[in-house]
T-cell receptor, first 115, second 109 residues
């Protein structure tokens, strides 16, 4: 399978704990995006990387959230001191920088439940 | 305030009907993305367009940049088309995407 993969698919944690999610993009894709989606809403942009550089961050991304893409391949999203409001589906997408439309391909998501 | 508005929010159709889902946006964009999301969360890209019209099978997407409006049409709808359809715009300049809240489509046999 050469699509975008995310791990874990589900995570249940207690309030105050730290969690880390991983995203493996399509191998030749140099752009990687993180989104958050709550029930009944469309995805909300969190941040994106071009290669290893984090180029844009949403105001939604509080100090408790940090994302990395150290070698320009996989990326991690860490949430520190989780709160119940962090419960959501966290989606990763990748695309290739080109002169074309920059179409995004999405992973299956990580569903986070904070108790 | 939502930069991307979709209508209708919910749509029920009989199998075989022609379906139209609309997307309006209020910001400058470089491209618009139509996505399909099935129960369980998987998102599939349908179209990415910056002008004119694209067709793939029974799906047609159009965009009018001047009017800041796009439509997704499904011809000869089928129960397997039942899903949430999401419109997303890529802001210009930059590379952020704003998403609509989606249109939930149910096609009844």
């Amino acid at each position: 399978d050469t699509g975008v993969s995310q791990d874990p698919r589900h995570k249940i944690t207690k309030r105050g704990q730290n969690v880390t999610f991983r995203c493996d993009p399509i191998s030749e894709h140099n752009r990687l995006y993180w989104y958050r989606q709550t029930l009944g809403q469309g995805p909300e942009f969190l941040t994106y990387f071009q290669n290893e550089a984090q180029l844009e961050k949403s105001r939604l991304l509080s100090d408790r959230f940090s994302a990395e893409r150290p070698k320009g391949s996989f990326s991690t999203l860490e949430i520190q001191r989780t709160e119940q409001g962090d419960s959501a589906m966290y989606l990763c997408a990748s695309s290739i920088l080109s002169g074309g439309p920059n179409e995004q391909f999405f992973g299956p998501g990580t569903r986070l439940t904070v108790l | 305030k939502n930069e991307v508005e979709q209508s209708p929010q919910n749509l029920t159709a009989q199998e075989g009907e022609f379906i139209t889902i609309n997307c309006s946006y209020s910001v400058g964009i470089s491209a618009l993305h139509w996505l399909q999301q099935h129960p369980g969360g998987g998102i599939v890209s349908l179209f990415m367009l910056s002008s004119g019209k694209k067709k793939h099978g029974r799906l047609i997407a159009t965009i009018n940049i001047q009017e800041k409006h796009s439509s997704l049409h499904i011809t000869a709808s089928h129960p397997r088309d039942s899903a949430v359809y999401i419109c997303a715009v890529r802001l210009y300049p930059g590379n952020q995407f704003y998403f609509g809240t989606g249109t939930s489509l149910t096609v009844i046999p």
